[in-house]
């Protein structure tokens, strides 16, 4: 009798004392788990406080979270993410507006170093004198002068220093440019693995879940019929809630990894 196991032999005997040591093993696992739960209360109001003074908040308001988390769908397109990156992406768009400026610059430089040609008309009021050396048809009449002006820069090798300058400014954005793209999509790249990875840890928890799912529902009928221990059954059962959290850990991660390639392409791609 004692081979089947001490909880088996008091369930199959009747035996108050297994009843007593079951009822006990419950108490300090409910005592374990009731303060395990208070920790991750007050993990929870430390953690929405620093939420509420990012968005500058009250630190004591609420935070709505959802009951369960649900897994985003997400297509991955290698060509479309690479040229959204290329169009929406702010740190490559600034880069490419600071590129051209300089590109403009060294143009205005260049006309700059060129002669400067005007022509114009200068109108004049004139009023009717009293001098006898004036002659009477032209006395009184306002005066018309075309005019032509012509500038001829000296310091030309100041406007082609500056030329040289913008040029190489603007080489230094397009190098620039180059490097954050390979950057971006060396990121992109790491991001789209892991997304890959934490959907097939979904899959994996999802199954070992079911599996521990029938597990538990079978040795739960064992423990009735007094062929197993408690021990088994809490076993089991720990072992069916941690599969449940490592499911919603990796539904965070996917869709964490989701909000990076948002942030990559700056827009949202899952709505």
Avoid: C
């Avoid at 990012?54 to 985003?72: G, T």
């Avoid at 390979?182 to 879940?209: C, H």
């Avoid at 009928?221 to 919603?248: C, H, M, N, P, W």
Wanted: glycine share 4%; aromatic share 6%; net charge neutral.
């Amino acid at each position: 009798e004692m081979a089947s196991g001490p909880m088996g032999s008091s369930m199959g005997t009747g035996s108050s004392s297994g009843t007593m040591s079951d009822v006990l093993r419950i108490q300090i696992e409910k005592a374990e788990l009731q303060n395990n739960l208070e920790l991750i209360v007050s993990n929870r109001t430390a953690a929405e406080a620093r939420f509420n003074a990012l968005l500058n908040r009250r630190q004591d308001m609420k935070v709505a979270v959802p009951d369960s988390l649900q897994q985003l769908h997400f297509l991955i397109d290698d060509q479309a993410m690479t040229d959204s990156i290329m169009i929406a992406n702010p740190m490559l768009s600034m880069l490419e507006a600071e590129a051209n400026a300089y590109r403009a610059k060294a143009e205005m430089d260049k006309k700059m170093s060129y002669p400067m040609f005007g022509i114009g008309l200068q109108y004049s009021l004139v009023g009717k004198s009293n001098n006898s050396m004036v002659m009477d048809n032209m006395n009184g009449m306002d005066m018309v002068m075309p005019m032509f002006k012509i500038s001829i820069p000296i310091f030309r090798k100041k406007y082609q220093a500056q030329q040289k300058e913008s040029r190489h400014y603007r080489q230094a954005s397009e190098l620039k440019y180059e490097n954050t793209l390979n950057q971006l999509q060396s990121e992109y790249q790491t991001v789209k693995q892991q997304l890959a990875d934490a959907s097939r840890k979904i899959a994996l928890y999802q199954k070992q879940q079911e599996l521990s799912l029938s597990t538990w529902q079978l040795i739960v009928r064992e423990f009735s019929a007094g062929t197993t221990s408690l021990t088994d059954v809490i076993q089991v059962e720990r072992q069916l809630l941690d599969y449940r959290l490592k499911k919603s850990e990796a539904i965070a991660e996917y869709n964490t990894r989701i909000a990076g390639i948002e942030k990559l392409v700056a827009t949202s791609i899952n709505e």
